[in-house]
């Protein structure tokens, strides 16, 4: 499975056979398996089971993730031994810090590190820089907690969030970054605002609660027909005249638009 162009990840409980068969028959790019937040701490060890049930009864479909628990928490190296033991296309951990992904060793599959925190979110760039590292996910439930940010229906309180994680990503050469859950299931107007708005600001891809909300997330984070259509105009006027600046349909186009142009024609692929 191709990581670094997953658009929507849909995390299910690790502990319930039923919503987890659900998403790994969805649509979604990538399930998350999730063994930290949505598992009580007395059904932690069975939900590995009914996990690894789930996983090797599926066949084909999303990538699989599973998200540990984190690893100030006593259930981390069991977590460990036990992904290892998996053939998964990633690994999520929850309040990453750089300190937690050396926690994880050096070799397995890649990472999706979960920004939930302050120190998290000052400590982005370094995280992302880890070399398993592939993706961050700015979770904001519990930075909003932490930070006491209050929620807006424009979602302005995570601005400076979202625009420093997807700043660190890039400077780190990493994809761009997974966005926030969209909490209300019903708010399919909210949702696609929010898409948009993300992949404005350089996420390229977004979590989910819920199979219902796969298909806009998928949707708003391709490039539309009339995207590629630019791009395909650009790179082609750019390649068959080969001059440093052009116009193309009255607009000036230089190197950093064709790299965005090429970039748009890599996605919809």
């Known amino acids: 499975m191709d990581l670094p162009h997953l658009r929507s990840l849909l995390f299910a409980p690790g502990s319930d056979e039923r919503k987890l068969a659900k998403a790994l028959a969805s649509a979604s790019d990538g399930v998350v398996c999730d063994l930290e937040d949505a598992v009580a701490p007395a059904g932690k060890e069975a939900a590995r089971d009914v996990t690894a049930a789930a996983l090797a009864a599926a066949e084909g479909g999303p990538a699989r993730l599973i ?7 006593a259930w981390f190296e069991d977590d460990l031994a036990f992904t290892a033991g998996l053939a998964l296309d990633a690994i999520v951990l929850p309040k990453a810090s750089p300190e937690a992904v050396a926690a994880l060793g050096a070799d397995g599959p890649p990472v999706v ?8 979110l000052r400590q982005a760039y370094e995280i992302a820089s880890q070399p398993r590292v592939a993706a961050l996910l700015l979770g904001s439930v519990d930075l909003s907690a932490e930070v006491g940010l209050e929620p807006r229906p424009d979602a302005q309180e995570i601005l400076y969030a979202r625009s420093k994680v997807a700043i660190d990503s890039a400077a780190a050469c990493r994809r761009g970054p997974f966005d926030v859950v ?3 299931l019903y708010d399919e107007a909210g949702l696609e605002e929010q898409c948009r708005l993300a ?3 350089g996420f390229r891809g977004k979590a989910s609660i819920h199979p219902g909300q796969v298909e806009t997330i998928n949707r708003v984070f391709s490039p539309s027909e009339q995207e590629v259509e630019w791009a395909k105009s650009v790179v082609s006027a750019f390649d068959s005249q080969n001059e440093g600046v052009l116009a193309v349909n009255g607009t000036m186009v230089d190197k950093p638009v064709v790299d965005r142009a090429r970039r748009i024609l ?3 692929r």
Do not use: F, K, Q, S
Request: charged letters at 30%.
């Open 113 to 120: 590190a979960i920004v939930e925190t302050a120190m998290g």
């Open 266 to 268: 890599e996605e919809a």
């Open 67 to 73: 998200r540990i628990n984190g690893a100030e928490t």
């Open 182 to 184: 969209h909490l209300d």
């Open 199 to 201: 992949r404005a600001l």
